[in-house]
């Protein structure tokens, strides 16, 4: 069971190239994210997917964009990127269960991407 | 806004002894739901524990259990008997019910000292 999948694991970008972040999760969940994280500053909700054919924006979607393939997949997109996009990208899948009587949702994370723009 | 503060940027601890790691957070809403992560050296991120806002009993999982305050938003995550293995960064989390928007706090560096 592999889980969450991302590629490519690094990645050097020169400003104003483009490219897209894969993720994909084998656990058939609904529920899909992408994160970024930056030095200090914790992880940071930049788009979700709630379901197939859904997605909003998080707290820093500027520059990104994002495709829900179909269950499986949810795919990041940098159009033209900057070095602010300098970071470390994480992906995650969720699934709201019942355990124990309680409704509770959990996060499963890729291993990441780390991205450098220069 | 929704907040969540982890004010011990890191923390050390020799092995076998506890360690508390502390998080605060901010909000109006009276259903929801708190997370600690751990992230080793891999980066891979790993739920620890898990409390949901309406349970009263604080939850626990082996040598992990947090002391949940709901009244002073606090959120507290214990570690018995600290293995080299702990040694991670942790991130505290919240969830507001009924959304998918995860807050997560800047985390604090657990160093174990053999």
Same mark, same amino acid.
């Given at each position: 069971?592999?889980?969450?999948?991302?590629?490519?694991?690094?990645?050097?970008?020169?400003?104003?190239?483009?490219?897209?972040?894969?993720?994909?999760? %084998?656990?058939?969940?609904?529920?899909?994210?992408?994160?970024?994280? %930056?030095?200090?500053?914790?992880?940071?909700?930049?788009?979700?997917?709630?379901?197939?054919?859904?997605? %909003?924006?998080?707290?820093?979607?500027?520059?990104?964009?994002?495709?829900?393939?179909?269950?499986?997949?949810?795919?990041?997109?940098?159009?033209?990127?900057?070095?602010?996009?300098?970071?470390?990208?994480?992906?995650?899948?969720?699934?709201?269960?019942?355990?124990?009587?309680?409704?509770?949702?959990?996060?499963? =994370?890729?291993?990441?991407?780390?991205?450098?723009?220069? | 806004?929704?907040?969540?503060?982890?004010?011990?940027?890191?923390?050390?601890?020799?092995?076998?002894?506890?360690?508390?790691?502390?998080?605060?957070? %901010?909000?109006?809403? !009276?259903?929801?739901?708190? =997370?600690?992560?751990?992230?080793?050296?891999?980066?891979?991120?790993?739920?620890?524990?898990?409390?949901?806002?309406?349970?009263?009993?604080?939850?626990?999982?082996?040598?992990?259990?947090?002391?949940?305050?709901?009244?002073?938003? !606090?959120?507290?995550?214990?570690?018995?008997?600290?293995?080299?293995?702990?040694?991670?960064?942790?991130?505290?989390?919240?969830?507001?019910?009924?959304?998918?928007?995860?807050? =997560?706090?800047?985390?604090?560096?657990?160093?174990?000292?053999?």
């Amino acid at each position: 069971n592999a889980g969450v999948t991302q590629t490519p694991k690094f990645q050097v970008l020169k400003t104003g190239q483009s490219m897209t972040l894969q993720c994909a999760q %084998d656990m058939n969940h609904n529920s899909m994210y992408w994160y970024r994280q %930056d030095p200090g500053m914790g992880l940071r909700l930049i788009y979700y997917s709630a379901s197939e054919g859904t997605t %909003d924006k998080g707290e820093v979607p500027n520059g990104y964009n994002v495709s829900r393939l179909n269950k499986r997949e949810f795919s990041l997109r940098l159009e033209s990127a900057a070095p602010s996009q300098t970071s470390v990208y994480f992906c995650a899948s969720s699934e709201w269960s019942l355990a124990g009587g309680t409704s509770t949702d959990t996060q499963y =994370f890729g291993p990441g991407t780390r991205l450098t723009v220069l | 806004a929704q907040t969540v503060t982890q004010s011990q940027p890191e923390m050390s601890v020799q092995e076998a002894e506890t360690v508390t790691l502390s998080c605060t957070y %901010d909000t109006s809403e !009276s259903d929801y739901y708190l =997370f600690w992560y751990k992230q080793p050296p891999s980066r891979q991120m790993i739920l620890v524990i898990r409390q949901e806002a309406y349970k009263q009993q604080n939850a626990t999982e082996n040598r992990f259990s947090v002391n949940f305050q709901k009244a002073a938003k !606090s959120f507290s995550l214990k570690i018995s008997d600290s293995q080299l293995g702990d040694a991670a960064m942790y991130f505290c989390a919240y969830l507001p019910s009924g959304t998918y928007k995860y807050i =997560f706090g800047t985390g604090t560096r657990l160093k174990v000292l053999a």
